[in-house]
């Protein structure tokens, strides 16, 4: 079957530009995470899905970010007036439920900020 | 909270040699699973094995075993008859069993290079 998907696989925008991540995760997962990957803090948590709710928004790094699902399905991540700092790539993975113990990444977005 | 050490940055072994990788963590949690995650050059993340701590066997697939120690705090990966495909970075990661525990939490990866 179709694995998790995101798009767009590189995106390069301008400093102060707002930019959409999309993610397509495996259907029938209730749970829908982000990381992001950079070089200087590594893998970290950003925020998790449960069906549309986000309990817990503490992970993302500045009120620049923003994530919401739709339907249970699609997720978008938004990043408003971007920054350098922001250049990361930005995995998303699903899991057939919360706590569930295996969750399956996509190939990630990365984002370059010039 | 939780974290996740790897202290080795990057490692080298010959094909056809056996490896192993390190990780510790720390948590103040009973139950929780462990993971190792393969990333390539693709940036596609893999499940390489996981283990559930509340099992004391360690986990095997394949050429891949693990070491658990729990009261240690410790989970290293053991790579048999290395391969050239082995090479990638790979990550330790956690895993609580309640609600926002159920995030992952990597290390900072370990870069190995499997030489011909």
């Known amino acids: 079957g179709a694995g998790v998907s995101q798009s767009p696989s590189n995106k390069v925008t301008e400093k102060g530009k707002d930019v959409e991540l999309r993610c397509d995760p495996i259907?029938?997962?209730?749970?829908l995470y982000w990381y992001r990957q950079s070089l200087g803090q590594g893998l970290e948590f950003l925020i998790y899905?449960?069906?549309?709710?986000?309990?817990?928004k503490s992970g993302l790094p500045s009120d620049r970010f923003s994530a919401e699902r739709t339907g249970g399905s699609v997720s978008t991540l938004t990043i408003q007036r971007t920054q350098q700092e922001d250049s990361a790539v930005y995995l998303c993975?699903?899991?057939?439920?919360?706590?569930?113990?295996?969750?399956?990444f996509g190939p990630g977005t990365r984002l370059t900020v010039t | 909270a939780q974290t996740v050490t790897q202290s080795q940055p990057e490692m080298s072994v010959q094909e056809a040699e056996t490896v192993t990788l390190s990780c510790t963590y720390d948590t103040s949690e009973n139950n929780y699973y462990l993971f190792w995650y393969k990333q390539p050059p693709s940036r596609q993340m893999i499940l390489v094995i996981r283990q559930e701590a509340y099992k004391q066997q360690n986990a095997t697939e394949n050429r891949f075993s693990v070491n658990f120690q729990k009261a240690a705090k410790s989970f290293s990966l053991k790579i048999s008859d290395s391969q050239l495909g082995d090479t990638a970075m790979y990550f330790c990661?956690?895993?609580?069993?309640?609600?926002?525990?159920?995030?992952?939490?990597f290390g900072k990866g370990i870069t190995l290079s499997v030489r011909p």
């Open positions: 990661a956690f895993m609580g069993l309640t609600g926002a525990n159920s995030k992952l939490t």
């Open positions: 899905f449960q069906g549309n709710s986000a309990p817990d």
């Open positions: 259907s029938g997962h209730t749970a």
């Open positions: 993975a699903s899991s057939y439920y919360l706590s569930s113990y295996e969750q399956y």
